[in-house]
């Protein structure tokens, strides 16, 4: 009987000790804070990242996309077709700043 009093204390002591842990991860980062461009790219170029920083695109043809959903997603044949961002505030913000980031969702063929 005292075998099972103290077993079944020593497990509800580890259960209640390990359960109750500092929870250290990082508060959500603002993904908006410095973002230039942002395009998912729904039919067209166009910048959802409120900047205004429309592009165009250049022999890239409309595909479905990785859901399944028509006209989301867009495939370039790597010499002749790409997206242009034209605008010149864009351009400078790129030159003038020390490292950025591009990220893109890839499927090679």
């Known amino acids: ?5 103290l077993s079944g204390l020593i497990m509800a002591s580890l259960l209640l000790f390990t359960n109750c842990k500092k929870d250290d991860s ?3 980062v ?14 067209n170029a166009a910048d959802s990242s409120l900047n205004e920083n429309n592009g165009t695109t250049f ?3 409309q595909i479905i996309d990785r ?17 242009r961002l034209a ?7 790129l030159t003038s700043a020390k490292a ?7 499927k090679p063929e």
Request: glycine fraction near 8%; charge should be positive.
């Open 100 to 106: 950025f980031t591009v990220m893109a969702i890839v």
């Open 67 to 83: 859901f399944g959903v028509q006209n989301q997603a867009f495939t370039f044949n790597g010499s002749s077709s790409y997206i």
């Open 30 to 43: 603002d993904l908006s804070n410095g973002l230039v461009f942002y395009s998912p790219l729904y039919q």
């Open 87 to 93: 605008n010149t505030n864009l351009t400078q913000k």
């Open 59 to 61: 022999n890239g043809t």
């Open 26 to 28: 990082p508060s959500p």
């Open 1 to 5: 009987m005292k075998k099972t009093i």
